[in-house]
């Protein structure tokens, strides 16, 4: 049973990972903010359904918070973005040998076999218009990939997006 109880707590606290990343300017008034707009950076190529399906799903958090969108002097503008990471991943069999006789000896391994994949990565940034700085970023820890369905895809969003703005210190929004 004693052997059982390490396994049980890394189980647990695995559970309770965080599937956010966010960090924030702790001087910044967030009581302060009743209205925000939201914006997308703008580029050459055109929005992704994935780009509406985040701002759909921020729009609705952002109103729960009970802050008001407007598109003239918010006091805060909310940017999202989708950045592209890639990463590496190495499968198959490797085997490995030896031989060794007096302090001499030689060794040889198979290659292991190594694919790069691309993810998306969304990023939300609340940004003060005044002096154009970050106040507060989230960063999702979870991947947005090719391979998923549509659903799967607006899911993943909506319940990333929720997650994010839950970061959020708790006076944005309560009007103090």
Partial sequence: MSKLIPVILTVLLTGCASNVYTDLNQHYPFSKIETYDVTHPTSSTPTSLDDERVKQA?????????????SVNPNVIFQYYISTKTEQIAYGPSFSFGYGYRNVGFGYDTPIRIDERDYGQLVIEMIDPKNNTVVWKAISRQKLTDSMSSFKKEELIVEQVADMINTLPESVGSKI
């Fill in 58 to 70: 921020l729009i609705a958090n952002l109103n729960q918070r009970k802050l008001t969108e407007v």
